[in-house]
């Protein structure tokens, strides 16, 4: 046997299985990629707390600024006390003129009670509702003054969480109506991570599996556990928008299907040292396969 049939069956030997070594390469990236709960999508995320006083008034003060961390229970800022004390001020009054009027009718009612043989019934009786009304009335009054200093209370607001304060542009002189947000926190011990996983892969996802989680200009990576899968997304082919009140569904082409894609919440178990959690940032995840 020549050794030129030898160098060209060699050549032949290593071209196949180079080829088959390509293929099953191929083929394994491919089920990595279409099957393994591994995701690109996914996002850090945290809770907002949206914080609003209680009370209408202008901003006093500030005591915090953009991107500070702030504990539970610290003050905030502080909304003009000068019409508050006022309120506070007029209902005081107003209770003592009610407890006056119902001192000055309880009295009544006594005279007219030692005097039972000169007077009527219906008199009696008007005296009496009399009380009746005045106390009413002076517990109206003590309501009023207790909702008026809870107001004075409130023109102090304090965070409620520990958090960071973000996209903050609060300042004195500036408004604060009661009910509409003029700040934001982002809650410390809230992080987690939201994974999008396209529904080939929910089979080999459970609640507990291990993350592995790839935080985008990141070195090392955070690790977590699954939490839950998302119960529902929305249909954008299905609206009942129509005249009729039945179910619009828009056309689309059957032979052109994608994977949806379902939210997965990961918490977050460890984190590397001085590591920078940002609800925000890009993430990869990894999940270790069910059995």
């Known amino acids: 046997m020549s050794n030129k049939f030898i160098f060209s069956s060699l050549r032949i030997l290593l071209t196949i299985s180079a080829l088959v070594?390509?293929?099953i390469t191929i083929w394994n990236l491919y089920?990595?990629?279409?099957?393994?709960p591994q995701t690109r999508d996914g996002k850090i995320r945290a809770d907002i707390v949206q914080l609003a006083p209680d009370v209408s008034g202008r901003v006093e003060k500030v005591y915090v600024h953009d991107n500070q961390s702030v504990v539970k229970g610290t003050l905030l800022f502080s909304l003009d006390k000068a019409r508050l004390s006022n309120e506070v001020d007029k209902a005081k009054a107003t209770v003592m003129l009610s407890k006056a009027t119902l001192l000055s009718a309880q009295r009544e009612l006594e005279r007219y009670n030692r005097?039972?043989?000169a007077v009527s019934v219906q008199l009696r009786d008007d005296k009496r509702d009399a009380v009746?009304?005045?106390s009413a009335n002076m517990e109206r009054s003590l309501a009023e003054l207790a909702l008026s200093e809870l107001n004075l209370n409130r023109a102090d607001v304090y965070s409620p969480v520990d958090g960071v304060v973000t996209n903050f542009s609060l300042r004195p002189g500036s408004f604060a109506k009661a009910g509409s947000p003029i700040m934001a926190l982002i809650d410390q011990k809230s992080f987690y991570v939201?994974?999008?996983f396209e529904e080939t892969k929910l089979s080999r996802i459970s609640n507990g599996a291990k993350a592995t989680i790839f935080v985008m200009g990141e070195k090392e990576p955070i690790y977590g556990h699954v939490e839950g899968l998302s119960a529902g997304i929305s249909d954008s082919e299905l609206s009942n928008t129509s005249d009729n009140m039945l179910a619009n569904v828009n056309p689309t082409f059957s032979w052109i299907r994608l994977a949806q894609r379902i939210p997965v919440r990961i918490k977050i178990d460890r984190i590397p040292p001085e590591f920078n959690l940002i609800a925000g940032r890009t993430v990869?995840?990894?999940?270790?396969?069910t059995n």
């Open 21 to 23: 070594l390509a293929g």
């Open 31 to 36: 089920i990595y990629y279409h099957f393994s």
């Open 115 to 117: 005097l039972s043989t």
């Open 132 to 134: 009746a009304l005045a």
């Open 194 to 196: 939201s994974g999008y």
């Open 284 to 289: 990869s995840v990894s999940l270790d396969e």
